[in-house]
T-cell receptor, first 115, second 111 residues
Framework: DAGVIQSPRHEVTEMGQEVTLRCKPISGHNSLFWYRQTMMRGLELLIYFNNNVPIDDSGMPEDRFSAKMPNASFSTLKIQPSEPRDSAVYFC?????????????FGDGTRLSIL | GENVEQHPSTLSVQEGDSAVIKCTYSDSASNYFPWYKQELGKRPQLIIDIRSNVGEKKDQRIAVTLNKTAKHFSLHITETQPEDSAVYFCAASNTGNQFYFGTGTSLTVIP
């Protein structure tokens, strides 16, 4: 199994630019999660999807952030316009949602730097 | 909602000694408790998990215990090795499958 695949691995851009992060979950998984990790705030859940439907986006910082999951094998997290405080590592994770808890499998992350 | 607290935030042990990391949770509906290890610059990786119908689970040098009454669970690493040095995260989840993570413990194993 290829695992959760994220792209790009690194992104450096200037503030004000649009940033799009991409994620391909593990085949057969029906839940997808976007996290942001910083030293100050740790691992924060931004949004998660079940069966391609957004369930909880209360962690999305503000309207500059948006996420989509057009099909079971692809999701995007977009920041527009980007700001320096958005600099962080963004992880995507997927799991198989059943009647009981299941482990989440993380991608390698996107290290985002906004100048 | 759920609140997970994790202690200590940093832990240093001598190689060969044991390390214990403790977490508490607030929501009695939580029934799944995974532990993740994150090496520097890498992704969090699941190392062990436990469900609420089990009190203890062991996998080689790693064990996890769960006390549902007290709402706390712990990670035990025995015979620590330098490659155990990493940040460890606990998490709690209910059937909604959303994870609530602790703030992490940075473990350093001194050779």
């Amino acid at each position: 199994d290829a695992g959760v695949i994220q792209s790009p691995r690194h992104e450096v851009t200037e503030m004000g630019q649009e940033v799009t992060l991409r994620c391909k979950p593990i085949s057969g998984h029906n839940s997808l999660f976007w996290y942001r990790q910083t030293m100050m705030r740790g691992l924060e859940l931004l949004i998660y999807f079940n069966n391609n439907v957004p369930i909880d986006d209360s962690g999305m910082p503000e309207d500059r952030f948006s996420a989509k999951m057009p099909n079971a094998s692809f999701s995007t997290l977009k920041i527009q316009p980007s700001e320096p405080r958005d600099s962080a590592v963004y992880f995507c994770a997927s799991s198989f949602r059943s009647g009981e808890g299941q482990p989440q499998h993380f991608g390698d992350g996107t290290r985002l730097s906004i100048l | 909602g759920e609140n997970v607290e994790q202690h200590p935030s940093t832990l240093s042990v001598q190689e060969g000694d044991s390390a214990v990391i403790k977490c508490t949770y607030s929501d009695s509906a939580s029934n799944y408790f995974p532990w993740y290890k994150q090496e520097l610059g890498k992704r969090p990786q699941l190392i062990i998990d436990i469900r609420s119908n089990v009190g203890e689970k062991k996998d080689q040098r790693i064990a996890v215990t769960l006390n549902k009454t007290a709402k706390h669970f712990s990670l035990h690493i025995t015979e620590t090795q330098p490659e155990d040095s990493a940040v460890y995260f606990c998490a709690a989840s209910n059937t909604g499958n959303q994870f609530y993570f602790g703030t992490g413990t940075s473990l350093t194993v001194i050779p």
